[in-house]
């Protein structure tokens, strides 16, 4: 599904970047403004399953860890498309020549996630496994608050 948002949204762009050019200037803004909320669906389809995704191949105990990680990476080379967006326009090349350089950053990514081996069903099912168990210290305590309990209605 990510890899679906990600080819949804790039064709999305593309298409709607080179589509507007042959579009009247009298109706460009509602058009714009159509291809804007299809953008942003994507955007809004891309976000959430990135971290799902995530999620479901994070080893139990190393959330912590590997999250500041992911959010290095994703730090550390964001920076990327938008500089190649502003070297093409600021060379004088319109605007859809650079949208369609950043939307290329897409298509590797699908290129590389297409490599990936996993059983993703069975990794859901361990972290449904996982989330379903509750911890040896949560036991204990609902054993401690029955066993209070059971005094304090001796009590009374």
Not at 30 to 59: A, D, H, K, Q, R
Not at 78 to 101: C, D, H, R, T
Request: aromatic share 16%; charged share 15%; glycine share 8%.
């Amino acid at each position: 599904s990510w890899r679906l948002s990600m080819l949804c949204m790039a064709i999305v762009a593309d298409v709607g970047v080179f589509l507007l050019d042959t579009v009247p200037k009298e109706s460009s803004h509602f058009y714009g403004y159509v291809w804007g909320g299809c953008v942003g669906i994507f955007i809004g389809w891309f976000y959430p399953t990135e971290n799902y995704l995530f999620s479901l191949i994070v080893p139990k105990e190393q959330e912590a860890e590997l999250a500041g990680f992911f959010v290095y990476c994703s730090q550390i080379i964001g920076w990327l498309p938008p500089l190649m967006f502003s070297i093409i326009v600021e060379n004088g090349y319109n605007q859809k020549w650079g949208v369609l350089a950043v939307t290329g950053f897409h298509f590797i990514a699908i290129f590389i996630i297409s490599f990936q081996e996993g059983p993703w069903s069975s990794s859901s099912d361990e972290s449904i496994e996982q989330q379903e168990q509750p911890s040896v210290e949560f036991t204990a305590g609902v054993k401690q608050l029955e066993e209070n309990k059971s005094v304090d209605d001796d009590m009374i």
